[in-house]
């Protein structure tokens, strides 16, 4: 039990009573920080969460958008931080299944998994490697485990998550309009607990989530079931089909306390139930652990006495549990019974509405030089640097991650990981594209423009796919809010993403707080997560092989923005300098120029400059395609820089297509039509990776070596340390 002393006095005044143990568990549960967003939630209004296709709905877990033809796609985030650092397979594993089951609530088909990962130098750090090794392999085993493919995702490791992991799991939906669950109940309507068994595992969860980790509370950790939770989605999609549900909603953070109380201050109703009815996994649970419990592959659902039975008859042929534990009242009381006895009975409005808090902020102080640069120490070979930094974690090819996932399953996939974006067909001949990412270095060093950069990296991404961005999903991950100047970090960023996405006109469509991010050596790095969803009206750009005589073209200006860049923190071990910043103009007309250039099929690939900069994106299509090309650094277009700063700079806005060279000329047309600054910079063939400035010969690599090195690195240094 986790109350504050000021809310216990609250919860007292509230009721007019000294509450029961179980109230003081299921309200200490609901009221968390993880469950209540009491720190957050009255900021987080700010975002824009309306839109022309977004669809509101009461009581839905996912965001919901109409994508035309009668269809609507889905999508959630969850975090799964503090259960993964303590027990990573199982941690991880239980984040895709209750993000699943957020997209299931809705009555959609989860069609797509993404996942987002953070974890300590794993160069140095043994534990480091452990908790990714074991978090991937949880991913894996559940998602490939359920038939759902895990397409896209990123992975970055930074001193910052030591001994601590950042499992985001985030997944999309898809299904018919006129069969979305519309939450509601009537006057004699049962509630129904189905799914797996109630146990111990998982008890206290919430609790857990919501403050600094200081001790490996294994039993805090949920026992992941993906077997069943396969059975659940089918059941629940053939009980939707029937029109059996009148409501429904997953069992997340809180177990049956925060889905009972939800539930029923959602709908305006009361729900009383009998603790006796709920099938557990062992037989002396006292009430208080069975409301509690986070026990996973467990939905609560609304039905009415008439359709129960054909909702039983389904659980039966499935082979699913299913208890009826209540029922509707109209007295807008949760009312907790076991037998006869009371053991709680509290208005659904108290226990769902935690107050607000409303805490202070202040500016950070390590912001006050964070800008001043250092003197960085010279590199005499920078072919020989370059090698170094393709094996670099955060630069090395991701495909021993994302080889353990079945990403084709399910035949919609037709782009696969390790581009930009993922793109999945849909049912109505449009196409779903979908990227999350997320910077910390960036964020840590300019929190506002930094959580903009995830942004606009994220629409990027599924530009270079062909797709519009339609809606957005954001994962805000900080500290602890007590915390003045983490708070404002936090306040920043949330500041940063609501001007960007207004300015675009992207909706916020779902999103998650997860707040008290702490390791023993202090507070993670402000981790804003920004996963992106754009359609695609006709075909998407699958990019195609490119060979000898293809030319380089790059849209949008290179600065002297090397804050928080992979090359200063890597290579000059160097914390600061000038953060990347997005001009809203210049990236919306970049944005709108590739988009028209890819709906006229006159390109090979767009592929967006970020992470490693100008040199390692080039490096990413020559290795992609094994094949050379020279680059002209002093072609570059904007600031007059020195050749390491254009090689490294991590500015935004920036695309490189490639073409042949019969459409060049298209090209330029097109890109001068919208004045978009750009440049013919390369072109392709031979074996080498070469960028020149002033006619001399700065980096030169072997593709093959180059590939080999960038390929290999990451696995090795997990396998072999």
């Not at 309507?189 to 919430?206: A, E, K």
């Not at 957005?472 to 500290?479: P, R, V, W």
């Not at 210049?586 to 250039?597: F, G, P, Q, R, W």
């Amino acid at each position: 039990m986790s109350l504050e002393p000021q809310e216990l006095d609250e919860l007292k005044s509230k009721i007019g009573r000294v509450p029961t143990s179980t109230e003081l568990e299921i309200v200490a549960a609901q009221w968390s920080e993880h469950c209540s967003y009491k720190s957050s939630k009255m900021h987080l209004k700010m975002l824009p969460m309306t839109g022309p296709l977004v669809i509101n709905e009461k009581g839905y877990d996912s965001g919901v958008l109409d994508v035309g033809g009668g269809y609507v796609v889905t999508a959630h985030i969850e975090s799964h931080n503090h259960p993964s650092a303590v027990e990573p397979y199982g941690g991880a594993a239980t984040g895709v299944g209750g993000v699943v089951r957020d997209i299931l609530s809705a009555g959609t088909r989860p069609i797509a998994i993404f996942d987002g990962l953070r974890f300590g130098n794993i160069e140095k750090d043994k534990q480091a490697r452990w908790l990714f090794k074991n978090a991937v392999k949880g991913i894996a085993d559940y998602g490939n485990c359920l038939g759902i493919p895990t397409i896209g995702g990123e992975v970055e490791f930074d001193d910052c998550y030591q001994n601590y992991a950042l499992v985001d799991v985030a997944c999309v939906g898809f299904g018919r309009k006129d069969k979305l669950i519309k939450n509601h109940a009537k006057k004699g309507d049962v509630v129904v607990l189905l799914g797996g068994s109630t146990g111990r595992d998982g008890i206290g969860g919430s609790q857990f989530a919501s403050d600094s980790l200081e001790s490996e509370d294994r039993s805090a950790v949920q026992i992941p079931d993906p077997f069943i939770e396969k059975l659940i989605i089918e059941a629940i999609l053939e009980a939707r089909t029937q029109k059996l549900i009148h409501a429904m909603k997953d069992l997340g953070g809180g177990g049956l306390s925060c889905a009972v109380s939800e539930i029923a201050d959602t709908l305006d109703i009361g729900i009383e139930m009998d603790v006796n009815k709920v099938h557990t996994r062992e037989n002396d649970m006292h009430p208080n652990e069975i409301m509690v419990s986070e026990s996973q592959e467990r939905m609560l659902i609304v039905t009415s006495k008439v359709k129960l039975k054909k909702l039983q008859k389904i659980c039966e042929k499935f082979r699913i549990g299913c208890s009826v534990i209540g029922s509707v009242t109209f007295d807008n009381k949760v009312h907790v019974k076991k037998g006869n006895k009371t053991f709680a009975n509290l208005s659904a409005d108290i226990i769902a509405n935690a107050t607000l808090l409303d805490l202070p902020s202040k500016k950070p102080s390590y912001l006050k030089t964070i800008t001043h640069e250092k003197k960085l120490k010279p590199i005499t070979d920078y072919s020989k640097m370059m090698m170094k930094f393709l094996s670099a974690p955060n630069i090395a090819s991701k495909i021993w991650v994302y080889s353990q996932y079945d990403h084709e399953v399910g035949i919609r996939t037709v782009v696969k990981p390790g581009g930009d974006a993922s793109v999945l067909r849909l049912d109505n001949g449009k196409f779903l594209s979908v990227k999350i990412d997320g910077n910390p270095k960036q964020c840590y060093i300019n929190p506002r423009e930094g959580a903009i950069g995830c942004f606009e990296e994220a629409c990027r991404n599924v530009v270079c796919t062909g797709a519009k961005p339609v809606g957005m999903l954001d994962h805000l991950q900080f500290g602890s809010p007590k915390d003045p100047e983490i708070f404002w970090t936090f306040l920043e960023s949330l500041k940063g993403l609501t001007d960007f996405a207004k300015d675009f006109g992207i909706p916020c469509i779902g999103g998650k707080v997860s707040l008290y991010n702490e390791t023993p050596a202090g507070s993670i790095k402000p981790t804003p997560l920004i996963g992106v969803l754009g359609l695609i009206d006709k075909k998407p750009l699958v990019p195609q092989k490119i060979i000898d005589g293809d030319c380089l073209v790059i849209v949008g200006d290179t600065k002297d923005e090397l804050g928080g860049s992979e090359y200063f923190e890597y290579i000059h071990k160097f914390i600061g300098g000038n953060c990347p910043t997005v001009n809203f103009k210049e990236s919306k007309k970049n944005m709108n120029a590739v988009l028209d250039i890819i709906s006229k099929q006159i390109i090979k690939s767009a592929h967006d400059c970020s992470k490693g900069g100008l040199a390692v994106a080039v490096s990413e299509l020559c290795m992609t395609s094994n094949i050379g090309c020279n680059v002209s650094l002093d072609m570059v277009p904007g600031e007059k820089l020195s050749f390491d700063r254009i090689l490294f700079s991590e500015s935004h806005s920036r695309y490189l297509l490639t073409v042949e060279k019969k459409n060049i000329s298209k090209l330029e047309k097109i890109l001068k039509k919208y004045k978009v600054s750009f440049k013919n910079i390369g072109e392709f063939g031979g074996e080498k990776i070469r960028f020149n400035h002033n006619n001399t010969s700065v980096i030169n690599l072997r593709v093959d070596k180059a590939h080999k090195t960038w390929i290999n690195s990451l696995r090795d240094l997990v396998l072999h340390g």
